[in-house]
């Protein structure tokens, strides 16, 4: 696919245009808010999922599924969150609520919807997972970086879909990730993240995890929760680059934040033991064509 790179200025114009893109939903503002002061409860995420009826539908019914082995009908909310476990539903509810961005007619593919979501989700939970070893923040906060931090792509993929397109078809051609051909058609999913995170005024961390995710070392603040999340985005592109784990680069983030080459490894074993559940749940919220 042949297109011509945005300039400086058309960019800008463009984004400047964007009247559609949505308010921060409230359920999700309000489940950001809780999990951001630490606020824990199966009450607490009750009370905000009982408001959207989608979300209690597909709770309950993964809490039925034969893949968390309950041997009771789960008939309640509360007994939903129990069984999946209060990080996992706060996870599986973001991801829900962010799909919604991606339903923009037919403009995004079934495969690339779907290469967004497993990937948001699959870094949630090896966010989560990492910080069970070390104390470098909540693990649940480090679930929603996870989540949110490759924003800019779904920015991208909804407004500058034909970009977005280009971006991956050169990638797979060449066979390197997408962020490393990305500026040749005058995008950058960081900057166009960072824009959403301004616009729904998430917390001065989370901006810095979208924009320096790729370049922790461009960072001025959060420092820790910027290289945390780049090798959990490593970590989440290990099936289809897995030469990234090796390079310099993420070996020299892993020594700022401590993680020994065995541990390293662990976290690297880990994920194969993640993705079967990324994978399930995928296939239990119906997100799927078809």
């Known amino acids: 696919m042949s297109i011509n790179p945005l300039d400086d200025k058309e960019i800008r114009f463009k984004v400047s245009q964007i009247k559609d893109l949505p308010p921060l939903p409230q359920s999700l503002k309000r489940l950001i808010e809780i999990i951001h002061s630490e606020i824990e409860t199966v009450g607490e995420l009750e009370s905000i999922i009982c408001y959207d009826p989608s979300l209690v539908a597909k709770v309950v019914m993964i809490a039925n599924s034969t893949y968390y082995g309950h041997r009771r009908q789960v008939k309640t909310i509360s007994k939903a969150i129990t069984v999946v476990g209060a990080d996992q539903v706060k996870s599986i509810c973001i991801c829900t609520l962010l799909m919604s961005l991606l339903s923009n007619g037919n403009v995004i593919s ?22 069970r070893k070390r104390p470098w923040m909540n693990g649940a906060e ?3 970086l996870g989540i949110v931090h490759d924003l800019g792509w779904i920015v991208m993929a909804t407004h500058f879909n034909e970009q977005f397109t280009a971006i991956y078809e ?7 990730p997408p962020w490393y051909v990305e500026t040749q058609y005058g995008l950058e999913h960081t900057q166009l993240g960072k824009y959403l995170a301004a616009r729904w005024a998430l917390p001065k961390e989370f901006e810095a995890v979208i924009e320096f995710h ?3 070392e461009r ?3 959060f420092k820790t929760e910027v ?8 970590l989440g592109h290990l099936r289809e680059y897995p030469e990234l784990v090796n390079e310099e680069s993420t070996l020299s983030h892993c020594r700022d934040l401590y993680i020994s080459e065995e541990e390293w490894e662990e976290h690297q074993q880990s994920v194969e033991r993640i993705w079967p559940e990324v994978d399930q749940v995928w296939s239990l919220l119906g997100l799927h064509p078809g």
């Not at 290289?227 to 490593?234: I, P, S």
Request: proline letters at 2%.
């Open 110 to 131: 079934a495969d690339h919807r779907e290469m967004l979501w497993k990937h948001a989700f699959a870094c949630s939970r090896i966010a989560a997972q990492m910080t």
């Open 142 to 144: 480090a679930a929603v």
């Open 170 to 176: 050169t990638a797979a051609r060449k066979d390197i």
């Open 214 to 216: 790729h370049s922790p």
């Open 219 to 221: 960072s001025r603040c």
């Open 227 to 234: 290289r945390l999340m780049h090798l959990v985005n490593v």
